[in-house]
């Protein structure tokens, strides 16, 4: 069974920084692109951030560029983004999602997704 859980997600003042990881069992991590994707209420899945299966390419939403590093340990099966200078615009549930596509920054084409970790940020 494939399982992905995000875990670090809370609340935080603008300006201040959270790291969120996501822990993937039932598959073989390093075969999978990771992603991290938002979904604040009343809106679609936004992409935020994607990193290859190796670690050695990532891309980023422009809105999350210079704030956000995306980054996985393929020895502990998990993904992190760590999440700096947060503003009240990144308040959503992120979500972490697997695809065997490269660099996708697409939702539709990621085959598993965790169920979200919320991320709060007052202003």
């Known amino acids: 069974q494939v399982q992905l859980v995000e875990s670090g997600g809370g609340l935080v003042q603008a300006g201040g920084s959270l790291r969120l990881s996501c822990a993937v069992s039932?598959?073989?991590?390093?075969?999978?692109?990771m992603g991290w994707f938002r979904q604040a209420p009343g809106k679609e899945h936004e992409f935020v951030a994607v990193?290859?299966?190796?670690?050695?390419?990532?891309k980023y939403a422009d809105s999350v560029k210079g704030r956000f590093i995306i980054s996985r340990d393929n020895d502990k099966n998990t993904v992190y983004l760590q999440m700096n200078n947060l503003k009240p615009e990144d308040t959503a549930i992120y979500l972490c999602a697997a695809t065997r596509t490269v660099l996708p920054i697409i939702s539709g084409v990621y085959e598993y997704w965790g169920q979200g970790t919320p991320v709060t940020v007052s202003s």
């Open positions: 990193i290859s299966w190796s670690g050695g390419s990532t």
């Open positions: 039932g598959v073989t991590f390093r075969s999978y692109a």
